[in-house]
């Protein structure tokens, strides 16, 4: 199963929103509804920030929300923060092997 | 409150083996599955394989096939993690999460522990 493909880093100032992509394929992202994001911050453990694509576990800011269209995943981050500079995983359901992961997004906040 | 608390950091030599606790707390462990996944250096995620601590169904990531295993003790709450004939990229942070049906996601993950391969 190959990992899904993340652009390798993306950048926004306070403020600003920006969308972080996730693609796949048919095999995984396009079969299922079943997408995940998580945030990493150096030396800690990933946290889960959307699952089923598009829902957010409590506790989670509402500036996160996440899309899918085709075999691609979204993630947007609205009103960026100085706290939202993180990498960010997406991970998709993909049947037999369930869990595919995306090569990450580095987010900085100018 | 869930918590998975995962055993320290391990250095071993080429064709080691390692076993990596997670020690879960705070929900009913046979109700959720536990994921294992890596993380080298500098690098992305990779899952590593799943078990179901209700019944000790397991699913392996293929290229691990043969050198991995993963166990629970429901006794304890424990799920265990052994990798056998270590390799040097075999040194990655390494976290159990717990995998939850209900939401089809990794909701809550332990801090990760080190393993060094290192002759």
């Known amino acids: 199963q190959s990992a899904l493909t993340q652009p390798a880093s993306v950048s926004g100032s306070p403020g600003q929103s920006i969308t972080i992509s996730c693609t796949g394929t048919s095999s995984d992202v396009g079969s299922y509804n079943l997408v995940s994001w998580y945030q990493q911050h150096p030396g800690k453990a990933p946290k889960l920030m959307i699952y089923e694509g598009s829902k957010r576990p409590s506790g989670v800011s509402n500036r996160f929300s996440g899309s899918k269209s085709g075999n691609t995943a979204s993630l947007t981050i609205s009103g960026l923060q100085a706290e939202d500079e993180a990498d960010y995983y997406c991970?998709?359901?993909?049947?037999?092997?369930?869990?595919?992961f995306g090569g990450g997004t580095k987010l900085t906040v100018l | 409150q869930v918590q998975l608390v995962q055993s320290g950091a391990e250095v071993k030599k080429p064709g080691a083996s390692v076993k990596v606790s997670c020690k879960a707390s705070?929900?009913?462990?046979?109700?959720?599955?536990i994921s294992w996944v890596r993380q080298a250096p500098g690098q992305g995620l990779e899952w590593m394989g799943w078990?179901?601590?209700?019944?000790?169904?397991?699913n392996y990531a293929q290229k691990l096939q043969g050198r991995v295993t993963m166990t629970t003790d429901t006794s304890t709450s424990t799920a265990y993690m052994e990798l056998r004939s270590l390799r040097s990229d075999d040194t990655a942070v390494y976290y159990c999460?717990?995998?939850?049906?209900?939401?089809?996601?990794?909701?809550?993950w332990g801090q990760g522990t080190l393993v060094t391969v290192s002759s």
């Open positions: 705070g929900y009913t462990f046979t109700s959720y599955g």
């Open positions: 999460a717990r995998d939850s049906d209900y939401i089809a996601a990794l909701d809550y």
């Open positions: 991970c998709s359901y993909a049947g037999s092997s369930p869990w595919v």
């Open positions: 078990i179901s601590a209700y019944n000790g169904n397991t």
